[in-house]
T-cell receptor, first 118, second 115 residues
Framework: QKEVEQDPGPLSVPEGAIVSLNCTYS??????FMWYRQYSRKGPELLMY????GNKEDGRFTAQVDKSSKYISLFIRDSQPSDSATYLC??????????????????FGQGTILTVHP | GAGVSQSPSNKVTEKGKDVELRCDPISGHTALYWYRQSLGQGLEFLIYFQGNSAPDKSGLPSDRFSAERTGGSVSTLTIQRTQQEDSAVYLC?????????????FGAGTRLSVL
């Protein structure tokens, strides 16, 4: 079983829809939770990160972390065709919680392919 | 530079040959990371550097893979005696330092095809 599980989709929605993306994980040491967006043939770009549990909002994007359920979500409101991309969740234990020297390591989900139709 | 730069952007090689992939991080970033992304897969961690040292090499798939970083800047990932299963996109990222590993900036990657 992978440490981070993410449904690869693909997910197809009409423009203006609310999109929900999520990941589950098994490592209770994870403290930092990130969402990256990757366009075709480009490198991933960081959208948001959250430390520990809670919600974080940035424009049309909201990230939620539920550590008790080991479940994280990214919501996209009023989705646009330009949001069409692969969305990757990533996690790390951070300096205080990682064993040994692994605190620089991010563990990624498989990525969810999202298409927003005009 | 303005962003993380990787070269070459594409590399086609024959099975058994050695290849070198280069990464030039954002100026001032002391931490550098290498990942591999196979078709339809997420990013697989390979190795990271803080300065010139590599505290975690746990993701390197075999002893055919090695990486070095000199001068605290440019890094080279070397794959010896390439195999077809090495075909993937190799991504490099950098962060201000390893305590900021949660904020990584990625290059566009090197697409490696082993024939």
């Amino acid at each position: 079983q992978k440490e981070v599980e993410q449904d690869p989709g693909p997910l197809s929605v009409p423009e203006g829809a609310i999109v929900s993306l999520n990941c589950t994980y098994s490592n209770s040491a994870f403290q930092y939770f990130m969402w990256y967006r990757q366009y075709s043939r480009k490198g991933p770009e960081l959208l948001m990160y959250t430390y520990s549990s809670g919600n974080k909002e940035d424009g049309r994007f909201t990230a939620q972390v539920d550590k008790s359920s080991k479940y994280i979500s990214l919501f996209i409101r009023d989705s646009q065709p330009s949001d069409s991309a692969t969305y990757l969740c990533a996690m790390s234990a951070g300096l205080a919680n990682a064993g040994g020297t692994s605190y620089g390591k991010l563990t990624f989900g498989q990525g969810t392919i999202l298409t927003v139709h005009p | 530079g303005a962003g993380v730069s990787q070269s070459p952007s594409n590399k086609v090689t024959e099975k058994g040959k050695d290849v070198e992939l280069r990464c030039d991080p954002i100026s001032g970033h002391t931490a550098l990371y290498w990942y591999r992304q196979s078709l339809g897969q997420g990013l697989e961690f390979l190795i990271y550097f803080q300065g010139n040292s590599a505290p975690d090499k746990s993701g390197l798939p075999s002893d055919r893979f090695s990486a070095e970083r000199t001068g605290g800047s440019v890094s080279t990932l070397t794959i010896q005696r390439t195999q077809q299963e090495d075909s993937a996109v190799y991504l490099c990222a950098s962060s201000l330092d390893v305590t900021r590993a949660n904020i990584q900036y990625f290059g566009a990657g090197t697409r490696l095809s082993v024939l």
